[in-house]
C-alpha cells in the first residue's frame, strides 16, 4: 500500500499512521529507509532493458546533435506544470517546470496541465426538494489543479470528472433541504457543496476553491401562492400598524381633551383655528355659529339702550 499520489516525500508520517505496512518497528531508521528504497526501486525500477532503451535515445540525442537539441527542449510556462513519462513511468513522481525542461525522444512523453483556477457552469438542475417542490437550480464551482501527478495519473479526464460530480453534489445537497432553506440560506449550502466537492476531488489533486448558486427558479404557480401569501403578510402588518397608530392617537386625544376642558376660551380659539385652517386650503363658505350667550348680551345691551330724539 503506497501513500496519497503526489506526497512521496511524507514517507515519514506515512510510515507513522501506516505501521502495519512495515513490520519489524524496532528495526533502526536508517536501515528501514535503505529498505525502502531498495523496495521502491525494484517495484517502480525501469529495468535493464528500459535502461538499455534510455542509453540508446541519449545516444541519438548526442549523434544527432544540435539538431535533436529543438526536440529535446521544451518550454513550461509559468501557469503550467509537465508531467513526464518514462517508459510509461512517472518521471521523479513530481511535475516538471515551469521554465526549459529536458525530454529524450521515443522514450519520454509529457503532458502540460493548467494550474489557473477553472470556472465550471453547471447547467440548471431540476430538483425535488425535502417538501416536495419542484424546482431548478444552477451554480458555477471555482477549481484549481494543485497536483498535476495525481490530476494526470488517477483519473482520465480530471475536469469531466468534477464537472460531473459538482452536478451530482448540488442535486443530493439541495435535495435534503426545503425550498425555504433553500432561498434563504444560499450561502450555507454553498458552503457545504465546496466541502464535499473537496474532499471527494482531494485524490484527484483538485482544490475546490468557491462554490456559488446562482438562480433557483420555482414554478409559475408556486410564484403566484408566494406572492398571495407575502401580499396577505403585508396587508396584515399594515392594519395592525394602522390600528396602533389609531390607538396612540386617541390617547393623545384624550390628553389633549382634557387640557381644553380646562378652559372654554382655549376651546373656543381651537375651534376658530380649524375653520381658519379649512378656509384657507379651499375657498368655500362657512356658516359661524354664535353661541347663545353672545346673542343674548348683545340683546340686552341694545334693549337698555334709550332711543335718541
Known amino acids: 500500500m503506497a501513500p496519497p499520489c503526489g506526497h512521496w516525500l511524507e514517507w515519514e508520517k506515512y510510515e507513522v499512521s501506516q505501521r502495519q505496512v512495515w ?5 533502526p531508521l536508517s536501515v528501514r529507509k535503505s529498505e525502502r528504497r531498495r523496495a521502491l526501486f525494484h517495484r517502480e525500477g525501469i529495468g535493464v532493458c528500459g535502461w538499455i532503451l534510455v542509453s540508446l535515445s541519449f545516444l541519438l ?19 503550467e506544470r509537465a508531467v513526464v513519462f518514462r ?5 521523479s513522481k513530481r511535475a516538471k517546470g515551469p521554465g526549459l525542461i529536458l525530454i529524450l525522444p521515443c522514450t519520454d512523453v509529457f503532458i502540460k496541465v493548467d494550474l489557473r483556477t477553472v470556472t465550471c457552469n453547471i447547467p440548471p438542475q431540476e430538483i425535488l426538494t425535502k417538501d416536495s417542490v419542484t424546482t431548478q437550480v444552477d451554480g458555477v ?11 494526470v495519473a488517477n483519473v482520465a479526464n480530471v475536469h469531466l470528472a468534477t464537472y460531473l460530480l459538482a452536478q451530482t453534489t448540488l442535486r443530493n445537497v439541495l435535495g435534503t433541504q426545503s425550498l425555504s432553506q433553500i432561498l434563504s440560506s444560499r450561502e450555507d449550502i454553498a458552503h457545504n457543496i465546496q466541502v464535499i466537492l473537496d474532499n471527494a476531488t482531494y485524490q484527484w489533486g483538485i482544490k475546490v476553491a468557491r462554490v456559488e448558486i446562482k438562480d433557483v427558479r420555482i414554478p ?22 394602522a390600528a396602533e ?20 376660551a382655549a376651546l373656543q380659539l381651537r375651534y376658530l383655528q380649524t375653520l381658519a385652517t379649512l378656509a384657507t386650503e379651499k ?9 347663545m350667550n353672545i ?4 340683546h340686552m345691551s341694545t334693549g337698555n339702550k334709550k332711543p335718541s330724539h
Open 23 to 27: 513490520p519489524g518497528a524496532d528495526i
Open 61 to 79: 540525442v548526442l549523434i544527432t546533435f544540435p539538431f535533436s537539441i529543438w526536440m529535446c527542449i521544451k518550454i513550461v510556462k509559468e501557469y
Open 87 to 91: 517508459l510509461g513511468l512517472i518521471l
Open 141 to 151: 464551482v471555482y477549481y484549481k489543479i494543485q497536483s498535476a501527478v495525481c490530476a
Open 220 to 241: 409559475v404557480q408556486m410564484q403566484r401562492s408566494m406572492a398571495a401569501e407575502a401580499e396577505a403578510t403585508r396587508e396584515g402588518r399594515a392594519k395592525v400598524v
Open 245 to 264: 397608530g389609531e390607538m396612540n392617537a386617541s390617547r393623545v386625544l384624550k390628553q389633549a381633551s382634557l387640557v381644553l376642558s380646562e378652559s372654554p
Open 283 to 291: 375657498s368655500s363658505t362657512i356658516v359661524f355659529p354664535l353661541p
Open 295 to 298: 346673542l343674548q348680551g348683545l
